[in-house]
């Protein structure tokens, strides 16, 4: 499931960054007017004639991505406000498929009506536009309500509830359902209704006979019909398009509670108008994953966690947020903001799960998460326009005697090597410790990392006996030890370990 809720082209300050060609550099220069090519990074006015389409220019490539990130049963939910609303539909067309357009639902936003307004309406809704990847892709719906289904009089067909037996079509419309109903037991005559009856005749008779209408005392009563539980199929009914779930306001006050009342953010979503979409766009608690890439205050990880918390799921989420300036001291950037509400969600709820009985056999929720920001590579690039002659071939050389960029840690690198190793940046790594040096055990054994800076044949050795599948090591830990390393070619392959790189 993917949700986003990406900045509304409201005619305010906006920022179109998409130059791919360019460096990180392009994202340092937010708080300037103009990049090194002259770009602007202004206001988005009404009164420039690419109003609509530089926000859906910067949108169209998002989602794009987006639909090749879902699963071919996902879904994505998308917030918006009346500004684009009609525009992202067309694109959505485009990318998703007009066939796989789901809904339009309506948020009540606002608990109170805006009196400021100039136009005389106050507008207290918003748009969650929804579209899913495929065929596959559906909603789960509303969860019955089962404390109504009771069994007051012992039936021996289970807990059952009262339900309307009054139809829906008018006498023109469906004549065979408009006819009076009697009781055979007490001969009392109930007349129809201007709707009619929900079922024809013969149907009725059949449910009269088995004992599944229930009839009033009172004859101007109307009868109803009797629902089993167990006739349900599913538990699941279809969720209304109107959601009314909580207010923006909820939203301001959650995020202020959890900073211990600063205000460091406007307008963030409330947490139970986000945990309504995943109840609906997950159907696995235990593997399911909840993207969002316009991340801002981190709802949607604080949403994850909390009904994770509820149906003993584990869910997992992944946030995506641009390190925009908030001019503040104590959070520089809203990815800061993001992260240290995760941050203290996380505590309160290991908190509150302090000192609970511990249930055999019960799964513990994983409510670890990693923080990665984006960079250059932590080895330098060989630069083959700058190694024209001797001289400058020579320069080059010994810029590479240590290749890697100075002032990265051993994690920036480990990550880095596990990424071009083909693993994903969530893979379990373990850290092991073998013939005194440290090795990082990734996806149970099947990579080992060591970047130690001086290897032995102690170590080598040691990874072999573990016989992981791939072992990259720093190639400035042979420095100097040529035989080292062929030695150590030769003691992965008699352990059947043939990918032996060195970085």
Known sequence: MIYIDPPY?????????DNYTESLQTYLQYTGQADAEGKKF???TEADGRFHSKWLNMMYPRLYLARNLLREDGVIFISIDDNEADNLRKICNEIFGEENFVSIAIWKRRKQVDSRTKTGISIDHEYCVVYRKGDLGALRGQEID???????????NGPWSSDNLVGLATRDQRPNLHYDLTNPETGITYPCPPTGWRYAPNTMANLISHGRILWPDNPTGR????????DLSDQLTGLSSILKTAFSADGTNELKVIFSGTDVMDFPKPRDYIKLLIQQGTYNIADDIVLDFFAGSGTTADAVL???????????????QLPEPTERQDYPTIADICRERVRRVIKKLNDSDAGKLDLDNAPKQDRGFRVFKLAESNFKPWNAQGAQDAEALKKQLELHINHIVEGRSANDILYEILLKSGFPLATPVEKLTLAGKTVHSAASGALFICLEHELTLELIRAMAARKPERVVCLDEGFAGNDQLKANAVQIFKAKGITSFKTV
């Open 42 to 44: 202004g206001s988005n």
């Open 146 to 156: 089962l404390t109504k289904y009771k069994n007051p009089n012992n039936d021996p």
């Open 9 to 17: 082209n409201t005619g305010n300050d906006f920022i179109y960054p």
């Open 223 to 230: 009868p109803r019909y009797k629902r089993y539980l167990s």
């Open 306 to 320: 909390q009904i994770n918390q509820q149906d003993g799921g584990n869910r997992k989420f992944i946030l995506v």
